[in-house]
């Protein structure tokens, strides 16, 4: 029976050794965090004036790791959208960007370039939002100046029609020219808040 018990103790302490020695020599990850302010106008009826996807979801997108990727010089996007994370607190409209990594400088170096990524995105959803009103504005334009040529043309019937659906065209060029105006005079949109620093402990460790 005391054979039977030091059998069993030993096997404990066995056990107990195992889980210290590979509690002691498991990978080591350091966590770094970067912040980005979005700082997105809205419309006079409430409404953003860009459209852009959750930005906790948008870190880890394949368009914004390729971009962090190239920021990197690193030729492994999928490896890299692995070890990223994001989370967007939208009373703050401040977006968190963790990077993680064996190696302290990886991970502040990742949390860095996708943060720089991420306003990079945004800045260029702006452009083309911005680009893409004017065209619509220069369109507008034209058939604003058709109808007012209408409008003063021979035909009543040709003028009311005309005269009937001017201001509507009017109006909607007036709320596209101001939207441009306040996207143009809002920028830059979205910017690196905090950068990442370096981590100098791992995650799960704690201060002695």
């Not at 195992?18 to 498991?26: F, I, K, P, T, V």
Request: proline content about 5%; charged content about 10%.
């Amino acid at each position: 029976m005391g054979r039977r018990w030091l059998v069993i103790l030993v096997c404990v302490v066995a056990a107990l050794a195992g889980s210290a020695l590979y509690l002691e020599r498991r990978v080591a990850i350091y966590q770094a965090v970067a912040t980005v302010q979005l700082t997105v106008p809205n419309s006079t009826s409430g409404q953003p004036l860009l459209s852009l996807p959750n930005p906790g979801n948008a870190v880890s997108s394949n368009a914004l790791t390729g971009r962090a990727a190239r920021l990197l010089g690193a030729n492994n996007p999928g490896v890299l959208a692995s070890q990223v994370s994001g989370s967007f607190d939208v009373t703050t409209n401040l977006l968190s960007i963790a990077g993680s990594n064996r190696r302290p400088k990886s991970a502040q170096a990742l949390a860095n370039a996708f943060a720089r990524a991420y306003v990079l995105s945004v800045q260029a959803t702006a452009q083309g939002r911005i680009a893409k009103l004017n065209s619509t504005l220069v369109s507008l334009h034209h058939q604003i100046t058709t109808l007012e040529k209408q409008t003063t043309g021979s035909g009543a019937t040709s003028n009311l029609a005309a005269a009937a659906e001017l201001p509507s065209f009017l109006q909607t060029y007036g709320t596209l020219t101001l939207q441009v105006e306040t996207l143009q005079d809002s920028g830059p949109y979205a910017a690196v808040e905090t950068s990442a620093s370096l981590p100098s402990q791992p995650l799960g460790s704690s201060k002695r």
